[in-house]
């Protein structure tokens, strides 16, 4: 809603409506009710003499600072139209990453939610019943079925145990996970170095950190505030203390790209494009390649990630539920051996 509403802004503006008038057109084809609210404040604010930037201040949870720092620059430089345009596009690049990864988690996120739900209804309401059928055979089960057995008889005695175990423990973990801020660093840290997903979240830290830092510095930010604005943007937080360690450096007298080299976290392929683009001064249009090839990359692994999970995540429920299915059937088995 907020990318579809910059967007609308910056169309507004570049055909020469003014700043109020732009709201109101926006604001009456708007059919979300809170971002209708919302508008109707901001233009309030405006009417009563503020500026674009300070009105958005009293939004946060809509507007980040690399939002608002880019519309002062707007406003700054009369060029508010094309600052919109530009964060339009930076946002929907953004969206458009986030999306598809989401999109390629939920799919063996699902399948794991059904595998556990479809288990648990197997050994608490099927395996139960036989139970009682094996009782009557007057013989030992193999192995398999008696712990299969005994798993239902557990699960039967302390589901509400296990299921209030599981949600303290994933509350909890979810709430240390925002507080501290070393357990943060070495699960990102791991997540970079998984077989599958690593390479994924590394180039969609890289293709945000690159079109978010030529949306920034082509918007006339001076390069330290952009990187600064640039790091919570990263969606990582090794790559956001490496961007706010990039901007140090250049504080220092180093140069961009032998300030990104000094982390050792970006490919020398990104290095070389910063590079070319510090020396011939077009360092947005390199950001900007740079940007667009990496976001083809997050593209092209997210389809190569969702043809590899889904026969391999297929594979293992069925494993998990055959298996339940083949321990209770295996008494029946080996009796009709015995007859």
């Not at 939002?67 to 339009?88: F, M, P, R």
């Not at 937080?237 to 300030?259: F, H, P, V």
């Amino acid at each position: 809603d907020i990318t579809f509403f910059t967007r609308q802004m910056a169309t507004m503006l570049a055909s020469g409506i003014p700043l109020v008038q732009s709201f109101d057109i926006v604001g009456r084809s708007c059919e979300h009710p809170e971002l209708k609210i919302m508008i109707n404040k901001i233009k309030g604010e405006i009417e009563e003499g503020h500026s674009f930037c300070e009105a958005l201040k009293h939004f946060p949870g809509y507007f980040n600072e690399l939002y608002i720092n880019l519309v002062a620059s707007g406003e700054q430089s009369g060029a508010l139209d094309g600052i919109l345009e530009k964060l339009a596009t930076q946002k929907e690049k953004m969206e458009s990453i986030r999306g598809k990864i989401k999109k390629a988690l939920f799919y063996p996120f699902a399948v794991v939610v059904v595998a556990l739900v479809v288990c648990a209804i197997l050994l608490i309401f099927v395996v139960p019943q036989f139970e009682q059928l094996f009782k009557g055979f007057g013989a030992d089960l193999p192995f398999f079925t008696r712990l299969v057995v005994n798993l239902s008889n557990y699960a039967q005695s302390y589901w509400w145990i296990i299921l209030f175990g599981m949600s303290i423990g994933t509350w909890s973990f979810l709430r240390v996970y925002k507080r501290s801020e070393n357990l943060r660093n070495s699960i990102e840290r791991i997540s970079l170095r998984l077989p599958i997903a690593g390479p994924l979240l590394e180039k969609a830290a890289i293709a945000r950190f690159t079109r978010t830092l030529a949306t920034t510095f082509g918007a006339g930010v001076p390069l330290v505030d952009a990187l600064e604005s640039v790091a919570k943007a990263t969606g990582n937080i090794i790559y956001e203390k490496a961007t706010l360690g990039i901007s140090y450096d250049i504080t220092q007298g180093q140069q961009l790209q032998q300030a990104m080299k000094k982390t050792g976290l970006f490919p020398e392929m990104v290095i070389q494009m910063v590079t070319i683009g510090e020396e011939s001064g077009e360092l947005e249009r390199m950001l900007a390649k740079v940007a667009n090839y990496y976001e083809e990359e997050v593209d092209n692994l997210i389809e190569s990630l969702s043809s590899l999970l889904e026969p391999l995540i297929i594979a293992v429920l069925g494993l998990i539920v055959g298996g339940l299915v083949v321990a209770m059937y295996l008494p029946i088995f080996k009796m009709g051996a015995v007859v």
